[in-house]
């Protein structure tokens, strides 16, 4: 077989034609493809694709001719789309799931030969791939013991469309690594984030493609939450540490990345601060000393709870508990001061010395009686009001009521007259009365007492 006849039969097994001469000779060279067409435009129903004719060499003027085939999925079995000779092509829905390819033929006055492109990628069906309108965001505490999740933000594109992700951890200079296994749309903190910042990689696909997008950072990762820690011990304020007197406690300071609520109680322990034991129903932030906190002390528990657990903190204790009456003032000499309105019966007022600026009385000048209120107890009574009557009357001119001091111990000046006897072997009597404010020199509480004062001529020169 010659030459002529081996090309044709090549050119006959591609499905292109070139044009040789009757005699079986080589007619002048016809068009030569030195770069093959190629297809523009996006392979999806509805879009138009473009062909371009490639590179062609030969003498004369070259015009060129289009047909579009119809391949399979793999780019093979390709077939010719009748009416589809245009240089652009409008893919239709027979095309979807198949590829595409333009053949070219250039013809010019010494022949024509066909060059086919490459095939296009698979048509995709009408519609778009998606594309993010809205970049998601995280939710929850980033804290180890937590959960953190993420949104899938807003995405265009044809449904439906399906969402995958990635959780990665960065740093502070904004470098970013994958969570190996991290894949779900919420993620539990480790240990090993703690002050890294979280974010999600969102990634969404529908048939015709599919998109990635970053999510927002979360904040710094804390460690896990712990249960509250005391930085500064419960105090009790305890003005009166006596029966009856009212204490009340402070919670301290505490720490806690939580919030705190708080629940209190109190203790009885012993004069040492020790043994001590819960008091039972005392459960406020004040507590009111009984009888059975005599000799004992008081401390303030405080147990401070958040969500993670709870610790428990207790004050220093009170001085010991006293049982003395309302009011009762500790002296510097040791002794016990008490209000005269504690001072109720079946307790009384009691005068229980008394003593004179001059004894015996050797003039009319005036003259101090000084009395010392208590009551049945042996407290100094304070506040008490003392009167004081001479007998015979006459003899000492009234004197106004004087109220007991701290120390009990009431002043009351007296005047004498002129008819009171300076003799030798005389007595001024004194009646001493004592009672609470408010009340009755005859109320059950009151106090009565006489009291002597001798007499005696004055004193030569």
């Not at 303030?300 to 004050?315: D, L, P, R």
Request: aromatic share 6%; proline share 6%.
């Amino acid at each position: 077989m010659n030459a002529t006849r081996l090309a044709a039969a090549a050119t006959a097994a591609l499905g292109l034609g070139v044009a040789v001469g009757a005699a079986g000779a080589t007619t002048a060279a016809g068009p030569v493809n030195s770069s093959p067409p190629s297809v523009s435009g996006t392979v999806q129903q509805g879009q138009r694709l473009t062909a371009s004719t490639g590179s062609w060499s030969g003498g004369g003027t070259i015009d060129y001719s289009f047909q579009w085939q119809r391949c399979s999925s793999g780019g093979t079995s390709c077939g010719s789309i009748s009416g589809a000779t245009s240089q652009s092509y409008d893919v239709g829905s027979s095309d979807v799931g198949k590829t595409l390819r333009v053949v070219v033929t250039a013809t010019s006055s010494s022949g024509s030969a066909s060059a086919a492109s490459s095939p296009t990628g698979v048509v995709a069906p009408a519609g778009s791939a998606p594309r993010a309108t809205k970049q998601p965001d995280p939710h929850g505490t980033a804290q180890v013991g937590n959960s953190v999740s993420v949104d899938n933000g807003a995405w265009s594109g044809t449904s439906p469309i399906t969402y995958s992700y990635q959780w990665q951890r960065c740093s502070a200079n904004g470098s970013c690594a994958n969570v190996s296994g991290a894949t779900k749309s919420s993620y539990d903190p480790v240990s090993g984030d703690v002050g890294y910042r979280l974010r999600a990689i969102v990634t969404a696909k529908n048939g015709l493609g599919s998109s990635s997008i970053g999510s927002n950072l979360t904040a710094a990762v804390l460690a896990a939450p712990a249960a509250p820690a005391n930085t500064s011990r419960p105090t009790v304020s305890a003005p009166s540490a006596n029966v009856g007197g009212t204490v009340t406690g402070s919670v301290g300071a505490w720490s806690s990345a939580q919030s705190i609520s708080y629940g209190f109680g109190w203790y009885r322990c012993d004069a040492s601060a020790n043994h001590c034991q819960t008091i039972a129903g005392a459960t406020g932030q004040t507590y009111m000393l009984t009888a059975a906190d005599a000799g004992s002390t008081v401390e303030f528990v405080v147990k401070a709870t958040n969500a993670t657990g709870s610790n428990v903190a207790v004050s220093a204790p009170t001085p010991i508990v006293t049982n003395d009456p309302p009011g009762t003032i500790h002296l510097p000499n040791g002794r016990l001061s008490i209000p005269a309105s504690s001072v109720v019966s079946p307790d009384r007022l009691v005068v229980a010395a008394v003593g004179f600026s001059s004894y015996p009385l050797r003039s009319r000048r005036a003259f101090t009686c000084r009395l010392r209120i208590v009551d049945a107890r042996g407290y100094l009574v304070r506040s008490a009001i003392v009167d004081v009557t001479g007998i015979p009357y006459g003899w000492v001119r009234a004197a106004p009521e004087v109220a007991s001091g701290e120390n009990g111990v009431a002043a009351v000046t007296l005047r004498p007259t002129s008819r009171l006897p300076l003799r030798k072997g005389g007595q001024l009597v004194l009646f001493v009365r004592a009672r609470r404010p408010g009340t009755s020199t005859m109320a059950a509480e009151s106090a009565h007492r006489l009291v002597q004062l001798a007499l005696a001529p004055p004193r030569r020169r």
